[in-house]
């Protein structure tokens, strides 16, 4: 017997903002001070620009504060203490579905980061063997072979996109460890499931009024147009492998034969739409956050001197092994990477409609209006992290990181909402950028590049990475050669 999925809900913007503003004049308590008169240039600088905006809020009206999103008043709640509450200590008073993330509805559906309570919890209690520890170590085969594959197409010398690069490397190891698809194959060849997201999520880019827009030619019919030829991909492969039986080391043959402790399992349009889920998080998180990774690294030449260095007495000259790939192997790494993920935390806000009143900081929050934490925003606190807009690893040292305050660091969300592929992506991210930095340098290809980030809806370069691939200085042929493979240890 399949679960018990949650009612659909309505994607007509009108209705949408007609029920949020009923549920608006329905509060029982007031507001949390903040900027509630109407301002469009304020909705849109939501959409381009947010931490500044709800940075200057905080250090004016505190960690809770209300500003008017477009038709509707938003509640912000930033810092460590807001994240904790929201995310552990009363995540119960927290609806994931009613909040702004229900958007993503249309084109990704019911997975884990549109539902709630109970079908949430038996969803996610299905998907988790997917991502033990040991399960996401079979994907480290094809990570090292997607990577050697898509790193022989570098030449020293020549420039590159390093965003859309790896966005489409990233989509090949999700094809292949989250749904057991050939990317050469011709299925997938057939569509170009990359530009196909990118088209898709593309509609959360656009100022508030083009997303309203429905019709022909809209972002939104763009939006759908990419999810019914995504959707003959999935379909398609989920009713081959019923009718054959056949399975793989892959996350969709898990949650073909997964049951919950009830005996439950998913229907086919429950698994369509976490693989759904699963292949945008598991590629344009990754994406994301290799390209800001190495940005960084391109503007501060002397942060890879301890990476590499490091590099070089961990592994020298022999292949590249699993062992190598865990966070206190490499540490100078790891601090690179947990400071890339402050700085530019892809998932950057968790949208929350509150179910009861509640009390926070003093000041009373009504039940049924949207609250919002921003990871983003609180990671650039200067209260927590001075001089946030600095690169600076060393914030990321063993001891420093013991020391931050609870909720201080949120890069994947927490409590139960936690990401589930947290570990897959971490292990991607690390691999891709050991396989790069053991061979080449890397510099801006325009050192006056100025990086200008979009939200759809996680954060990514507006117009990509170009880069100038250098020789790395002491790179050697074993160094630049293929690595051994989880089987060979």
């Not at 304020?42 to 038709?71: C, K, S, W």
Request: glycine share 8%.
């Amino acid at each position: 017997m399949s679960l018990v999925g949650p009612p659909p809900t309505s994607a007509n913007p009108l209705g949408v903002m007609r029920k949020d503003l009923r549920l608006e004049r329905a509060v029982s308590a007031a507001f949390p001070p903040g900027r509630t008169h109407f301002s469009l240039a304020r909705t849109n600088a939501i959409i381009d620009d947010p931490v500044p905006l709800l940075v200057e809020a905080y250090q004016r009206y505190g960690p809770v504060f209300t500003m008017r999103i477009f038709h509707h008043n938003v509640v912000f709640m930033i810092g460590p203490e807001a994240n904790h509450y929201i995310l552990v200590s009363h995540a119960s008073n927290f609806s994931w579905r009613e909040g702004h993330f229900r958007d993503l509805i249309p084109f990704m559906g019911d997975g884990l980061l549109t539902i709630d309570g109970d079908f949430h919890r038996r969803s996610r209690q299905i998907m988790l063997p997917a991502f033990h520890h040991k399960q996401i170590a079979k994907s480290i085969d094809v990570i090292l072979e997607e990577g050697e594959r898509a790193l022989a197409l570098w030449h020293i010398d020549a420039g590159l996109d390093l965003y859309d690069w790896t966005r489409r490397l990233a989509l090949r190891v999700a094809m292949r460890a989250i749904f057991g698809l050939d990317p050469d194959g011709e299925e997938a060849r057939s569509v170009d499931a990359a530009q196909l997201f990118t088209e898709a999520l593309d509609f959360f880019s656009k100022p508030a009024l083009l997303r309203l827009m429905r019709g022909p030619g809209t972002p939104y019919a763009r939006t759908l147009r990419a999810r019914r030829q995504l959707d003959r991909l999935i379909y398609a492969e989920i009713d081959r492998r019923r009718a054959s039986g056949a399975r793989g080391l892959d996350v969709l043959s898990l949650l073909l034969d997964a049951q919950d402790e009830d005996g439950d399992s998913l229907s086919d349009l429950q698994i369509r739409d976490e693989v759904m889920t699963l292949l945008f998080a598991g590629h344009d998180t990754t994406t994301s956050t290799l390209a800001f990774m190495f940005y960084e690294l391109a503007r501060n030449p002397d942060l890879v001197a301890p990476v590499v260095e490091e590099q070089d007495r961990v592994i020298g000259d022999r292949p590249l092994a699993p062992a190598d790939l865990t966070g206190s192997a490499l540490p100078q790494l790891e601090m690179v990477l947990d400071e890339t993920l402050r700085k530019y935390p892809a998932a950057w806000i968790g949208p929350r409609r509150s179910l009861e009143n509640f009390e926070f900081a003093g000041l009373t929050v009504p039940g049924g209006v949207p609250v919002n934490y921003s990871s983003w925003a609180s990671h650039h606190l200067p209260d927590v992290f001075p001089e946030p807009d600095e690169f600076r690893p060393s914030r990321f040292t063993p001891e420093a990181k013991a020391a931050l305050p609870k909720g201080a660091y949120v890069p994947f969300g927490g409590g139960s909402r936690t990401c589930i592929g947290m570990r897959f992506g971490q292990l991607e991210i690390r691999t891709l950028a050991t396989l790069i930095l053991r061979r080449y340098a890397v510099a801006l290809r325009d050192p006056d590049f100025s990086l200008r980030i979009r939200q759809m809806p996680t954060i990514g370069p507006a117009h990509g990475l170009p880069i100038l691939v250098r020789a790395r200085r002491g790179a050697t042929p074993a160094s630049m050669g293929a690595s051994a493979s989880a089987s060979d240890l």
